[in-house]
DNA sequence: ATGGTTCATCGTCGATAGACGATGAACCAA
DNA sequence: TTGGTTCATCGTCTATCGACGATGAACCAT
């Protein structure tokens, strides 16, 4: 699967595992309306996404669980609340993630950097 | 599922379910590799893909299709070969959409950087 | 025409995703 | 203690993913 951790010679890493599974962290419609929904209210418990949600309670745990796990989101147990919030500067990687993709991408040959 | 096409209330749309979809794309170590090794060469057959990438035909054909069916990738028919290439602005689009969602993430925060 | 490439598609199969309801733990209020 | 919340986890079920080999179409060669 992966015979080479650099593949195009580029002198730009790139950890294509990693990468891939962030998006896949953001591969649902359902968890970036989570992100949203918890950024819009800089913090939510559970009960709070599934209102805005129409889904049910286990399934959004479970998408938080994801978004948890895969280090976007960060989780703070608050008695019987659970505090969920964006990770700001996690997803901002994302973002120079995909920014160096595609900048890997585009620079069809010589070994910049 | 997506009551709204607006959820948080920030003014900035962001296609969910359209941004998920290009996410599931990149979801996939193999399509990651694919996008390196096609844009290191510019532009490559199925074949040349499949020599960098230790699966089989069938399999990385299905990757350069599902790729290309999420607008990433270009393919021209050429002869008996198929010609694939990286299509740059989509990318960046990508790149776009992941910096609009962090952005719309972080400003109800601190702008810290 | 014949044979060799290249590639997309089909069918199959096992694994995973994603949904749900039910359940139980932890906490609060009375 | 009792009862009501809140939430994570479990078990289940269906649908999709991801892998493969086999097949056939389209395209060179000769």
Known sequence: ???S???CGTGHPIDTRAVAAKFAALSHPARIEILKCLSASRSCCC???VEHLDLAQSTVSQ???ILVEAG?????PDRQRSRYEVDHEALAGVSASVAALVETCCRTA???S
Chains 1, 2 share one sequence.
């Open 1 to 3: 699967m992966n015979p």
């Open 63 to 65: 998408h938080l669980k």
């Open 110 to 112: 010589e070994p910049t």
């Open 47 to 49: 009960g709070e996404v």
């Open 72 to 76: 976007l989101v960060r989780f703070t």
């Open 5 to 7: 951790p650099e593949l």
